[in-house]
C-alpha cells in the first residue's frame, strides 16, 4: 500500500509538469505571433514597402534616392531600335478634346497638337498593342516650378485609354517652339524644360527621375524621354528659367545705334577778291549759295579791274 501511495504521487507530479508547462508554452507562441504582427519593426517595414510602391507610381512628387538614379536613367536611355524606328514613323495631326486611335506592332507615332500662339504640343507613342490618345489643353494649369515660369498659361493632360501609358516601347512628351512668335523675342527657349503636376501640391515638378532631356536645334523642340517606370498619363507643362526668359539681348549702345554728326561749319572762307567755286560744308544749300555767291563776286571784280 505504501509503493502504491508514492507511484500514486509520482505520477501526479509526472502529469502535473505538463499541465504547468503548457502555458508557459502557449505564452512564449503568443509573444511570437506578437512579433510577427505587432512588433514595429515589421509593421515599419511593411509601411515602407507600400510607402516605395507609392513613390514609383508618384515619381513626379519626389526626388528618387541618388543610388536609384542612375538605374532610372539608364532605363529611360533611348533604345538601339528607336534610330530604327525613324524611317518607320508616322505624324497625325491631331486636336485637342479628341481622342486619337494609334496602332500597336510598335510603330512610332507622333501626335502633333493644333499650334498656340509659341508653339505646339506634341506626344511620341510607340507599343506593341495598339491604343487611344486624348489630350485635353488645361488653360488654368498649376503653379511651375520655383525658379521658373510657363512658356504659355495653358497645360496639356494626356490619357491613354487601353495601356495608361504603361508598358510602352517609347513614350516622349515634346514641345515645337515657333521661333518667329513674338512671345518668345528675347528668351531663350534652348533652357525649356518639362515638368508634370504632383496631384498633391498642385504644382509642377521637374526632375530627372522623369527622365531624359534633349533640345533639338533643328527642330526647336525640347523633347522628355520618358523613364519605363513612367507613364505619360497626366498633366504636363513647358517651363524656362525665369534667367532665360528674361534672357533678351543687350540694346546696342548709344554711340553705335547714332552716326556721330559732322561738324556744324566746314567751309572755308575764300580769299578777297577769288572766289571759290562750290562751297564744301556739309553738302547743304547753304555752303552752295555761300560758294557760288562768291565765285561771282570774285567774276566781277576780275572784270573792273
Known amino acids: 500500500m505504501h509503493i502504491n501511495v508514492l507511484t500514486l504521487a509520482v505520477c501526479l507530479v509526472s502529469v502535473a509538469s505538463p499541465a504547468i508547462a503548457l502555458p508557459a508554452s502557449h505564452v512564449a507562441i503568443s509573444r511570437r505571433n506578437g512579433n510577427l504582427v505587432g512588433a514595429p519593426v515589421h509593421s515599419a517595414r511593411l509601411h515602407r514597402r507600400g510607402q516605395r510602391v507609392q513613390q514609383l507610381q508618384q515619381l513626379s512628387c519626389s526626388t528618387a534616392p541618388v543610388g536609384e538614379n542612375k538605374q532610372e536613367a539608364a532605363a529611360g536611355a533611348p533604345a538601339a531600335g528607336e534610330e530604327e524606328a525613324v ?18 506592332g510598335d510603330l512610332k507615332q507622333d501626335l502633333v497638337f493644333t499650334p498656340s500662339t509659341v508653339g505646339k504640343f506634341e506626344y511620341e507613342f510607340q507599343a506593341a498593342t495598339a491604343d487611344e490618345i486624348t489630350v485635353t489643353e488645361n488653360t488654368a494649369a498649376g503653379a511651375p516650378p520655383a525658379g521658373f ?102 540694346a546696342p549702345p548709344a554711340a553705335d545705334a547714332v552716326a556721330e554728326a559732322p561738324p556744324a561749319e566746314t ?19 547753304n555752303g552752295n549759295g555761300n560758294g557760288n555767291g562768291r565765285s561771282r563776286q570774285g567774276d566781277d571784280d576780275e572784270d573792273d579791274d
Do not use: H, M
Request: hydrophobic content about 45%; charged content about 20%; some cysteine.
Open 267 to 285: 567751309v572755308a572762307a575764300a580769299p578777297e577778291g577769288k572766289g571759290k567755286g562750290k562751297g564744301k560744308a556739309n553738302g547743304n544749300a
Open 87 to 104: 524611317g518607320n514613323e508616322v505624324e497625325i495631326e491631331s486636336a485637342f478634346d479628341v481622342a486619337v486611335p494609334v496602332q500597336g
Open 149 to 250: 515660369e510657363a512658356i504659355e498659361p495653358n497645360s496639356y493632360i494626356v490619357a491613354l485609354a487601353q495601356s495608361k501609358g504603361a508598358g510602352l516601347t517609347l513614350s516622349k512628351i515634346d514641345y515645337i517652339f515657333d521661333p518667329a512668335s513674338a512671345g518668345l523675342v528675347g528668351k531663350d527657349i534652348t533652357k525649356a524644360q518639362v515638368g508634370r503636376l504632383c496631384a498633391e501640391t498642385g504644382s509642377f515638378v521637374i526632375s530627372e527621375t522623369l527622365g531624359e532631356l534633349e533640345f533639338e536645334l533643328e527642330e526647336n523642340e525640347v523633347t522628355l524621354n520618358l523613364n519605363k517606370n513612367v507613364t505619360a498619363e497626366g498633366e504636363w507643362g513647358i517651363f524656362l528659367p525665369i534667367a532665360a526668359a528674361a534672357a533678351a539681348p543687350a
